[in-house]
């Protein structure tokens, strides 16, 4: 699938009272990309998408779509439609009325008005709500509304803030499969704010982090789970160990006194590195088989998996393992080339 | 409701009761009572006193009142609205002094404030002292509907900058944001966002101008120099110069329910029913 660029953000800085929010960001976002700013509060994925959206102006720096600078262009003409972290409906409307907003604005005719939004109605499964008020409904059904809102104007982009963040996590669960199915069908172009690294890796095509005002990573959630490039990622995508290691050559790298094989390559000889290894990829053994060895400091039982916390002097390693252990024996872990992730040291 | 509850509502009740629906009734009787008669002890029941109402004089007094009051209240949203909105989009520090401001002249007498537009307004007044200084004929605004009306708009602005106030305030930013979003320019934001959600703040402040705008005597006397009555007027003379209660009464019952009309009319307005609550009704 050859990819076409919609919007491509260059070196864009916002400062705002004194405060450096987005620190130069270069990001281009392709057509019918799912594409997710994932990071800790604070870290300027909402401003960026403000920005996007045309709700905040930036400091410097260029937003382009589709060949035009969209700074710009006011929010009102933008094909640029938003879903807002409280969903922000009038409550002055009823249902059909809100989703019918930005039609009525676009002066389409009321007949065609009528069909979009039944049609959308009848997507979002709430036919028979089309005359109720607003606040007669529940969080998930705002919700859902708020994204009829939005998407019955077929804008080329949307953009969602935090828009999972106020519902319960079942319905959250079903709301993520639902979002990702209109973007499939639809062909829009997502942009989705997130703090919820699960969220994240369920829905993207595209994943953002972003920390302090920069990206740390852009890739596949595949990519950023198993590649992570700094220690930022790899603490904030799921739980995981990092050790401090060496890159002996090419394929080898060495921590707790072992040469292990793995497949990074392209470091400097004896460069001090640091690994990443996913708790469900470090294996319990037996002593004599491990690679290395420590003792088994507590045992908690998750439901699906146990969490075993190993020490190897004085350092903790998570294990996610089937099999429980006894607390106090000591154990060897083993870890296969593919699952040891070694990066730069402190970015 | 709790028992316990109910009893801190007692007091209340007794006050409403002694200052409000007592004189009302006794209002209500008196507007009953024939007075030619000369002794009210005699209780001889008429309705002579509302008829007497319905004689070109005193309908067209009623109307004028209500024509100048709705003129008043007006003016009062014309600009009360758009100042409300200056101040809501201030710092919010910024807000609460500049509604100081303006509450502020409410704690000068209002007979004083209005005697004020006298020395401004009157013949050798401070206006066409102005005016001659800069060589321009001068005006005769004192004692005109001009004159009545700017004194009212000046006592009774306040009342409808406060409750606009409070509903500009509480609209959600994210709104006005997702109205431009979906398209809206700056005039749709406003005549289809904001203002509808502000409705129930435009009606309570010109149910609070309207009101004491429709019955002052005060500012018709002094600016408009008695020469054209106003019911409230009308009702003082009952009161204090004819000594002709019974058909004050009348008039004091017929214009409460012309008020009360016209609070019904506006209501209907306001499909939610919730008129910014700053009126209990």
Known sequence: MTKTPLIEIKNLTKEYDGDIILKGIDLTIHEDEFVTLLGPSGCGKTTLLRIIGGFDTPTSGEVVFKGKDLIQIPSYKREINTVFQKYALFPHLNVFDNIAFGLRMKKVPESEITERVNRMLKMIKLTDFANRRIDSLSGGQQQRIAIARALVNRPKVLLLDEPLGALDLKLRQDMQYELKEIQREMGITFIFVTHDQEEALTMSDTIVVLNDGLIQQIGTPVDIYNEPRNRFVANFIGESNIVDAVMIEDYKVKFEGHVFECVDRGYNPNEAVEVVIRPEDLQIVDKEKGAFTGVVDSVIFKGVHYEIIVMVEGREYIVHSTQSAEVGSVVGMIVAPADIHVMEVGI | ?281
């Open chain 2, 1 to 281: 409701m709790h028992e316990s509850t109910k009893r801190l509502s007692y007091p209340y009740i007794v006050w409403i009761s002694i200052i409000i629906i007592i004189p009302m009734l006794l209002i209500f009787l008196y507007s009953l009572i024939d007075p030619s008669d000369g002794n009210p002890m005699a209780f001889r029941l008429t309705i002579d006193n509302y008829v007497k109402f319905f004689s070109p004089i005193y309908i067209s007094t009623l109307a004028r009142s209500l024509w100048i009051a709705v003129w008043s209240t007006l003016a009062c949203l014309l600009l009360g609205y758009p100042l409300a909105w200056v101040i809501a989009q201030c710092h919010p520090k910024k807000q609460s002094s500049l509604l100081l401001l303006f509450i502020m002249p409410m704690w000068i007498n209002m007979l004083l404030r209005t005697y004020a537009w006298i020395s401004i307004l009157g013949k050798n007044g401070i206006l066409n002292n102005i005016l001659e200084f800069f060589h321009l004929a001068p005006v005769d605004i004192m004692y005109t509907d001009f004159a009545i009306i700017l004194g009212m708009v000046y006592n009774f602005l306040p009342f409808m900058v406060l409750p606009i106030h409070t509903a500009i305030a509480k609209v959600d930013k994210n709104l006005i944001d997702a109205a431009r979003d979906l398209g809206a320019n700056n005039r749709q934001v406003f005549s289809k966002v904001v203002f509808p959600l502000t409705l129930p703040g435009i009606i309570t402040g010109v149910i609070m101008v309207f009101l004491p705008a429709v019955s002052t005597f005060v500012i018709p006397q002094l600016l408009g120099g008695g020469q054209f009555m106003m019911i409230g007027n009308l009702i003082e003379k009952q009161f204090l110069l004819t000594g002709n209660w019974y058909f004050g009464s009348a008039l004091s019952m017929i214009l409460m329910i012309f008020i009360l009309l016209s609070i019904w009319l506006m209501k209907r307005f306001d499909s939610d029913g919730q008129a910014g609550g700053a009126l209990p009704w």
